[in-house]
């Protein structure tokens, strides 16, 4: 008898629909979502917003977020996190400089995200709470942003700008952005950086019964 016919054994072609080699990658959806954030991640780091336009634009802003009617786009707990974020990024040590809350910085923010794309707004409400609950993937500790030490937020902070993912630097850039944007649009911080306010009159305030 001759040698015996050895048979090949097909590698069995996983069904896309229970998982396997053909559904593992990228799908559309992430694809899309992915495209989704960097697209708004880049355009609120891309911001550009003066003084003037800012109290031009927002005249609930003249008086601490506490005090303030009500913010139209974030929520008392989104709010809670980006003034944490922007009390850290703004922080220089210098006294002359208000406190973060002492201001109407997250106003003025709010007032901001209210000229963007709904899509934009969506996007970042996503990136705070992934910031806000990302210490335990990113850095390895079982706590929240908000409950961290200033030093420890420093830190975190520090490790999305300098991360390898380019996503997470440009959510650093974007939050950075609107953090200052926020903050250096107050009156309160203009003569520590010695700037003299906008050349640009602001709209004159009509008191009710004034005719």
Do not use: C
Request: glycine share 6%; charged share 20%.
């Amino acid at each position: 008898m001759g040698a015996p016919t050895q048979l090949r054994r097909r590698s069995p072609v996983a069904n896309p629909r229970r998982g396997g080699p053909r559904s593992a990658g990228l799908t559309r959806r992430t694809v899309l979502r992915y495209t989704a954030l960097s697209a708004a991640l880049t355009t609120l780091s891309r911001l550009r917003w003066t003084p003037a336009l800012a109290a031009a634009q927002a005249p609930a802003a003249q008086a601490p977020a506490a005090l303030a009617p009500g913010l139209q786009v974030l929520t008392p707990d989104e709010a809670e996190i980006f003034t944490a974020i922007v009390e850290r990024m703004v922080f220089s040590g210098d006294p002359a400089l208000p406190p973060v809350r002492d201001t109407a910085a997250i106003v003025t923010i709010d007032q901001v995200l209210l000229q963007t794309d709904p899509g934009v707004r969506s996007q970042l409400r996503w990136l705070l709470k992934l910031f806000q609950w990302g210490p335990p993937v990113f850095q390895l500790k079982l706590t929240t942003f908000t409950r961290m030490s200033p030093a420890e937020r420093d830190a975190y902070l520090n490790g999305w700008a300098t991360s390898r993912l380019a996503t997470r630097q440009l959510a650093f850039r974007a939050l950075k952005n609107l953090s200052m944007l926020g903050y250096y649009s107050q009156d309160a911080t203009w003569k520590a950086i010695h700037y003299d306010g906008p050349w640009v009159p602001r709209p004159r305030r009509v008191l009710s019964g004034e005719s």
